[in-house]
Antibody
Framework: EVQLVESGGGLVQPGRSLRLSCTASGFTFGDYAMSWFRQAPGKGLEWVGFIRIKTSGGTSEYAASVKGRFTISTDDSKSIVYLQMNSLKTEDTALYYC??????????????WGQGTLVTVSS | DIQMTQSPSSLSASVGDRVTITCRASQSIGTYLNWYQQKPGKAPKLLIYTTSGLQSGVPSRFSGSGSGTDFTLTISSLQPEDFATYFCQQSYSTPLTFGGGTKVEIK
């Protein structure tokens, strides 16, 4: 069974950093693109960014709202995808989800998703 | 960026009803349109990919259609477990964008 478990969320002050982790199991991690999404309380879904598999360059893309502040990376040996978040803003407050590419060749359709980890940015 | 507009934003329906949700893209996206279901306190779940592909394990009462800029998600006979919020998402280009959601409530 494919499982994705996010961790690392919490309360952080504006301007500070936080690193989220998503530990995957049940599939060959390096064969799939991984993505992060977020959902502010009571709001809709927002794509944060994704990282391609190594054989497609291992490159990443980001939403304009986080580009230059957030970085996605992977540790294939541990089956973990990270979201490093720097210079956090109050508007980054949200439930953060990681998700796997639907199939090994997909970098823009994601399923399944983890259960999410809550990030609250507040002084 | 491609803007995705869903309608209605909410609807009330009864078990057994046929329900249709629409999604419009601000530019042509071919058939690169996905549908997700989200229940309260849960992660989104992919229902339909590339307009009409039924994700594994999803009941056949869910179907999708459309192309270009206009798309629909249809639930042929609404079941109690289908009361949820539904989101469309374009997978044509980055930034990936979602519709605002359609909340399906019990009538």
């Amino acid at each position: 069974e494919v499982q994705l478990v996010e961790s690392g969320g919490g309360l952080v002050q504006p301007g500070r950093s936080l690193r989220l982790s998503c530990t995957a199991s049940g599939f060959t991690f390096g064969d799939y693109a991984m993505s992060w999404f977020r959902q502010a309380p009571g709001k809709g879904l927002e794509w944060v960014g994704f990282i391609r598999i190594k054989t497609s360059g291992g490159t990443s893309e980001y939403a304009a709202s986080v580009k230059g502040r957030f970085t996605i990376s992977t540790d294939d040996s541990k089956s973990i995808v990270y979201l490093q978040m720097n210079s956090l803003k109050t508007e980054d407050t949200a439930l953060y989800y990681c998700a796997r590419g639907r199939i090994s060749t997909s970098a823009k359709t994601f399923d399944p998703w983890g259960q999410g980890t809550l990030v609250t940015v507040s002084s | 960026d491609i803007q995705m507009t869903q309608s209605p934003s909410s609807l009330s329906a009864s078990v057994g009803d046929r329900v249709t949700i629409t999604c419009r893209a601000s530019q042509s996206i071919g058939t690169y349109l996905n549908w997700y279901q989200q229940k309260p306190g849960k992660a989104p779940k992919l229902l339909i990919y590339t307009t009409s592909g039924l994700q594994s394990g999803v009941p056949s009462r869910f179907s999708g259609s459309g192309s270009g800029t206009d798309f629909t998600l249809t639930i042929s006979s609404l079941q109690p477990e289908d009361f949820a919020t539904y989101f469309c998402q374009q997978s044509y280009s980055t930034p990936l964008t979602f519709g605002g959601g359609t909340k399906v409530e019990i009538k």
